[in-house]
């Protein structure tokens, strides 16, 4: 019997990772701590066999923030989550656990562009665009520090997640799709993770308890026509796709100021190359890059 403690209650992705985890209950006992309550630094940690660490702010427009929210993201992107792993590895005391972290292909940057494709390979190094990325990427920076042999630290940096209930970017698509008829078909690619396959990768990581940085994402690529078409279906809506257009959609994308900008977030070029899918990099080469 294994004990998984999710730290972030009320997350999309932990409530999914706990539901989908239910039909395995006679393996697995899952608890989830409320992290704005201060009382989660009593709670004895070493209980548990693995901490997954979901508790963080999600992606919004950061394009005009005050100081005062950029800082409440290192506050609790970066911060928090080094505080709970350190925490966690005081509590085992020298006993074996191991940290699961929810970071994102955000600390790639957010360039994407329409009329280029983008590859994310093993070798490219974090960019991130924004205080949001930085944020995850400090906090992987952090908790890479105190990966050792017993305390095993495992990253995750997934492209953008869809499912039913899922936010962030695929809201933005099933508004889209709920509202418009029609739709450009333009031929581009992205990586992307669907919920259930995210619950199957995660209880891989939580059987093998092994350490390292990992990048799931689905076999295929996603084409954004192709979603957008899919979700008006499963909503009972019909949008048709056209591609006769294509060429003014990539003209747009070179316009300055924020019809280009849109342009290239929606139908931008952005992929894991096919090896991350199955491959890992060790924790220690975060730990590398701080040192330069």
Same mark, same amino acid.
């Given at each position: 019997?294994?004990?998984?403690?999710?730290?972030?209650?009320?997350?999309?992705?932990? !409530?999914?990772?706990?539901?989908?985890?239910?039909q395995?209950?006679?393996?697995?006992?899952?608890?989830? *701590?409320?992290?704005?309550?201060?009382?989660?630094?009593?709670?004895?940690?070493?209980?548990y066999?693995?901490?997954?660490h979901?508790?963080?702010?999600a992606?919004?427009?950061?394009?005009?923030?005050?100081?005062?929210?950029?800082? *409440?993201?290192?506050?609790?992107?970066?911060?928090?989550? /080094?505080?709970?792993?350190?925490?966690?590895?005081?509590?085992?005391?020298?006993?074996?656990?191991?940290?699961?972290?929810?970071?994102?292909i955000?600390?790639?940057?957010?360039?994407?562009n329409?009329n280029?494709?983008?590859?994310?390979? *093993?070798?490219?190094?974090?960019?991130?665009?924004?205080?949001?990325?930085?944020? =995850?990427?400090?906090?992987?920076?952090? /908790?890479?520090?105190?990966?050792?042999?017993?305390?095993?630290?495992?990253?995750?940096?997934?492209? !953008?997640?869809?499912?039913?209930?899922?936010?962030?970017?695929?809201?933005?698509?099933?508004?889209?799709?709920?509202?418009f008829?029609?739709?450009?078909?333009?031929?581009? @690619?992205?990586?992307?993770?669907?919920?259930?396959?995210?619950?199957?990768? *995660?209880? @891989?990581?939580?059987?093998?308890?092994?350490?390292? /940085?990992?990048?799931?994402?689905?076999?295929e690529? /996603?084409?954004?026509?192709?979603?957008?078409?899919?979700i008006?279906?499963?909503?009972? =809506? =019909?949008?048709?796709?056209?591609?006769?257009m294509?060429?003014?959609?990539?003209?747009?994308g070179y316009?300055?100021?924020?019809?280009?900008?849109?342009?290239? =977030?929606?139908?931008?070029?952005?992929?894991?190359?096919?090896?991350?899918k199955?491959?890992?990099?060790?924790?220690?080469?975060?730990?590398?890059?701080?040192?330069?």
């Amino acid at each position: 019997m294994k004990r998984i403690l999710i730290t972030g209650a009320n997350s999309y992705i932990g !409530m999914s990772f706990e539901r989908w985890m239910s039909q395995y209950s006679h393996n697995y006992v899952i608890d989830t *701590l409320d992290m704005r309550d201060p009382s989660w630094q009593d709670k004895d940690l070493s209980l548990y066999d693995v901490v997954f660490h979901v508790a963080g702010i999600a992606h919004a427009d950061v394009s005009k923030v005050s100081d005062k929210t950029k800082q *409440l993201y290192y506050d609790v992107n970066t911060n928090l989550t /080094i505080q709970t792993a350190e925490k966690y590895k005081r509590d085992l005391k020298g006993k074996t656990g191991q940290f699961i972290f929810m970071s994102s292909i955000i600390i790639y940057g957010e360039e994407t562009n329409i009329n280029k494709k983008r590859i994310i390979t *093993l070798n490219t190094e974090p960019n991130p665009s924004n205080f949001y990325g930085d944020s =995850k990427l400090q906090a992987e920076i952090g /908790i890479s520090l105190i990966n050792d042999d017993t305390f095993k630290v495992a990253i995750l940096r997934p492209p !953008m997640i869809y499912g039913a209930g899922s936010k962030g970017n695929y809201q933005q698509l099933k508004k889209i799709a709920k509202v418009f008829p029609v739709f450009p078909d333009v031929r581009n @690619e992205r990586s992307v993770l669907s919920i259930e396959n995210l619950c199957i990768f *995660l209880k @891989e990581r939580v059987d093998t308890q092994d350490s390292g /940085i990992f990048f799931p994402q689905d076999e295929e690529y /996603i084409r954004t026509s192709f979603l957008v078409r899919d979700i008006a279906k499963n909503n009972r =809506k =019909k949008v048709i796709l056209f591609s006769w257009m294509n060429w003014i959609v990539s003209l747009l994308g070179y316009v300055p100021g924020k019809i280009g900008k849109l342009t290239n =977030k929606a139908f931008g070029n952005l992929v894991y190359s096919k090896e991350c899918k199955k491959k890992k990099i060790t924790v220690k080469i975060i730990e590398d890059s701080k040192e330069k």
